[in-house]
């Protein structure tokens, strides 16, 4: 069926170029790093492309040159509609060439009506003294019928679905299109549009999104979900560690052809695995754990073991440690801590903390640290009655304490009076690290631990987790980052939609096989656990 | 080496710096008394003058205090004014009306306060909305009941006893209302800089989550803050009925104004970009300072305005300066 939709496109006789967009020779280094190498890619008129890869390989990047967020290389090309197009694009200048966007989060203002959001970009961009708005709410109608939505204009956009949001952004984005039509080209960039639609509702997305490129226009599609791309594009194009990794058709492309071009074959560093060890015995238990992403999960971790929680976008990985931690409140589920019980539902940090639990945020500088104290400041909060808090306060001692804890961790700058705003963010997380772990914590729940850190600042951060591991705490990580879960887990746990589909311990364990488990769903649960069984 | 003598000598010039910042209020106050003192010796220079400035201004300092420690938390109070003429003509009406002894009329105000205080932070609190609407709507609510309690008239006759303890009774020449508030003061820096409670509270107002995620009861913390701000505005209407002899329903909330600007340009000064006690007392004698000087010059009552308006603004522009520059140096 998909394949239909290329050849009907192609056969449509109609005059303008079969290529909307083409990428030639893109690069664009971020400091000394990498982010895309030479990328060359195109777009057809009438198709859906699928533009797949991990996290980090570059897709992100790809798209924001194309919104004018960053300027590439010099030597890249873009063609749009048979016409060269400058590099760097100006901000806003994709609306002119006939690129509109639509993000995960879709960008809508919930509280004010669906004709307002739908007029949003043309009123932020047009002089406008007498707005018709029964003549707005008519077009608005039309367009909607087009497409078969029933939406009133006139409703406030939170009383939408989340179906009907994400099928009202990518209507509007499709009418941007249409309202320049000065534009060569009519090219929508769909970023993550489906991780946080339940599975039937993509349907409905779907057939949107064939009821545009019907119309002559073209669809980029990103996404982490091989099923989903293999349903809805014509051809796939790979990205992987900034290169194009290949381009597929989709109709003859198997699911396991396309993880491979997505995984690679890389080959795991023996050293980045940690070193076997005797494990404590178990010391949680999280028992039915549901609530945000997180539809039922249990698991045990046993004292001194590292456990790695992970999926794709929208699997509900990311919430598992903070519910965990009470930090966002579960709807059921259990935390049993060395015998000590307690109802996550009703959980909270205050009672965490005082369980010996604790929790490494990951967005470090609303989360984690206050910017504007300094190093002694962030340090010492938990711990303020050590230095006689509940009577009078030795300035002397925190600051003498946060040095000592500096040199242990190897902070730089070194001095405690330091403002936090003043570190690199390797730095910061080592404070971050530094003023958790002096609790003696029995359960470290961290979130994407090395988030903005520099490589030897990762290292060390790994290095703190192991001898946290080594005293006996027992440690959770979630994290999308699968060479640092390979680094530091003894066990991974994988989520999808919401659900552990799979388990990977000892040997297992690699950055590719992570990686791969992470593109499996619930339908492939049964391959997975023969998988577990010790390969050969 | 000549690096090294320049780095040295860029960290004297910080240190400089620093100090000016630290100090630079309190010196450009002791430069407004020199100023007026040229002007007009015989009378700014006066014990008689100074000491009716420090005891006058007690309510306005005890105000400013309960100001900094919502706004340290991150939060506004602005029903202070409102409390204050409220828990005065409580008093007034209780015991010049009901014929209740002074002393079970104050404790009342200070019960009112803290009343006021617990409504404001369920409001807050309770229902998740924004501190500086919460307590706009219930700083003029009050002032209605204060009209309404009051049939909108001054009420005197009050026992005498609350103005002996509060501006009759001198301590080396100043009343006591003056003690009371560098009492209070000194308490609040003890508690700011001392204390868990004040780092705890601290971090509430720079980093909510952060603290929330340390374990910090952040509700309970921003509770009490409120409690602690209607507490001293129940204060602060004992002290103006002491002062006054009498309550008055509406003069009181002239004082929001120059209370707020007092807090903010109190937080330029002894420890910059933080709101603190004594910054904020040097910060309220200074700008009486430069009014009582003006008014004594013979320029009109419109000073006052111009002043504590100006100053309000120049002192938020000062501090976003200093932070800017602090993360600058960063």
Known sequence: ?536 | MSADIAAQDAARRQIWIDRGERYGLLIAWLIVIAAFGLAKPGIFLSWANFSTIFGSQAVLVVMTLGLIIPLTAGDYDLSIAGNLTLSSMTIAVLNVYFGWPIFAAALMALAVGLVIGAVNAFLVLFFRINSLIVTLGMGTFLHGITLWISNSNTISGIDFAIANVVIVTRLFGIPLAFYYALLIAAIIWYVFTFTAAGQRLLFVGRGREVARLSGIRVDQVRAATFLVSGLLGGFAGILSVGSLGAADPNSGLSYLLPAFAAAFLGATTITPGRFNPIGSVIAVYFLVTGITGLSILGISTFVQDLFYGGALVIAVCLSQLVRGRQERLS
């Open chain 1, 1 to 536: 069926m998909t394949a239909g939709y290329s050849a009907g496109a192609a056969g449509a006789g109609n005059t303008a170029p079969a290529i909307a967009l083409r990428i030639e020779r893109l690069s664009k280094h971020f400091g000394g790093a990498r982010a895309l190498a030479d990328v060359t890619l195109e777009v057809r008129r009438g198709e859906v492309l699928g533009l797949l890869g991990q996290n980090g390989s570059g897709k992100s990047t790809l798209i924001k040159v194309l919104a004018g967020m960053h300027a590439p290389d010099p030597g890249a090309r873009l063609v749009v509609a048979g016409r060269e197009v400058d590099l760097p694009l100006p901000p806003g200048e994709f609306r002119r060439i006939g690129i509109a966007f639509v993000h995960q989060h879709l960008g809508l203002v919930p509280s004010m009506t669906v004709l307002e959001n739908l007029l949003v970009g043309e009123h932020a961009t047009r002089a406008n003294w007498k707005i018709g708005w029964r003549r707005q709410a008519e077009r608005a109608l039309a367009l909607f019928a087009r497409f078969g939505l029933t939406l009133d204009p006139f409703a406030p956009v939170e009383r939408l679905s989340s179906v009907q949001r994400a099928l009202f952004a990518i209507v509007r984005a499709f009418d941007q299109l249409e309202q320049t039509p000065e534009a060569a080209a009519r090219i929508l960039i769909l970023d993550e549009p489906t991780p946080f639609l339940p599975a039937g509702d993509v349907e409905k997305l779907f057939s949107l999104v064939r009821n545009i490129v019907s119309e002559g226009a073209s669809v980029i599609f990103v996404s982490h979900d091989i099923d989903e791309v293999a349903q809805i594009t014509d051809r796939i194009t790979v990205l992987r560690d900034g290169r194009v990794a290949g381009t597929l058709d989709t109709a003859g492309a198997s699911k396991a052809e396309i993880i491979e071009l997505i995984v690679g074959r890389t080959v795991d560093l023996a050293g980045m695995r940690p070193p076997q060890r005797e494990l404590g015995p178990e010391a949680v238990l999280v028992n039915d754990l549901k609530g945000r992403g997180v539809a039922g999960v249990t698991f045990r971790v046993r004292a001194g073991e590292v456990v790695g929680v992970t999926g794709l976008i929208g699997s509900g990985y990311d919430d598992v440690v903070g519910m965990c931690f009470g930090a966002v409140r579960a709807e059921t589920g259990f935390l049993t801590l060395h015998g000590a019980e307690q109802d996550l539902a009703l959980a909270s940090p205050h009672r965490s903390v005082g369980m010996g639990i604790v929790l490494i945020p990951g967005d470090r500088l609303a989360a984690g640290i206050v910017p504007t104290l300094t190093i002694t400041d962030n340090v010492t909060l938990p711990v303020l009655d050590r230095f006689g808090g509940n009577v009078m306060l030795s300035r002397r001692a925190m600051r003498s304490f946060a040095a000592g804890r500096n040199e242990a961790f190897d902070v730089r700058p070194r001095s405690p009076d330091t403002l936090m705003s003043a570190m690199s963010g390797g730095n910061q997380q080592k404070v971050v690290l530094a003023k958790w772990f002096q609790m003696n914590p029995r359960l470290v729940l961290l979130d994407e631990p090395t988030q903005g850190v520099d490589v030897g600042a990762r290292a060390q951060v790994f290095a703190e987790i192991r001898t946290m591991a080594g005293e006996g705490a027992a440690i959770i990580c979630a994290s999308s980052d699968h060479e640092q879960l390979a680094a530091i887990c003894d066990r991974v746990l994988v989520l999808s939609r919401g659900r552990l589909v799979a388990e990977l311990a000892g040997d297992a364990i690699s950055k590719s096989a992570i990686a791969e488990s992470c593109y499996l769903t619930a339908d492939d649960l049964d391959r997975t656990t023969a998988k577990e069984a010790p390969a050969p």
